[in-house]
Nanobody, 129 residues
Framework: QLQLVESGGGQVQPGGSLRLSCSASGFILDYLVIGWFRQAPGKDREGVSCMTSGGSRTEYTDSVKGRFTISRDNAKNMVYLQMNSLKPEDTGVYYC??????????????????????WGQGTQVTVSS
């Protein structure tokens, strides 16, 4: 069974940090593009960040550049999103996803949902004082 499971969400004050983790089972992430997406209350899901299979390219949506860092540990089949200097507008459900292809083309600019075929169930991040 192919599965992605996120963890690490929670409630944090503005300016705080969280590290999201995503564990893959049933398949190997090494050769796949990975991405993080989020959905704020009442809004559509949006791309946050992505990384190519070899890790040579990363992309971030403008609102998180300089604050969020995507990483992967292929030996552990894990993906991470380090989130610093969190703001209330970062609140939402965060999803990790793996691409249906290893093509780096799906990690060009802000990631779009379409090319990502494997999704986790999401983890809630709430930034509030």
């Amino acid at each position: 069974q192919l599965q992605l499971v996120e963890s690490g969400g929670g409630q944090v004050q503005p300016g705080g940090s969280l590290r999201l983790s995503c564990s893959a089972s049933g398949f190997i992430l090494d050769y796949l593009v990975i991405g993080w997406f989020r959905q704020a209350p009442g809004k559509d899901r949006e791309g946050v960040s992505c990384m190519t299979s070899g890790g040579s390219r990363t992309e971030y949506t403008d609102s998180v550049k300089g604050r969020f860092t995507i990483s992967r540990d292929n030996a552990k089949n894990m993906v991470y999103l380090q989130m610093n200097s969190l703001k209330p507008e970062d609140t939402g459900v965060y999803y990790c996803a793996a691409g249906l292809t290893s093509s780096p083309a799906i990690c060009t600019g802000v990631p779009r949902q379409g090319p990502y075929g494997y999704w986790g169930q999401g983890t809630q991040v709430t930034v509030s004082s």
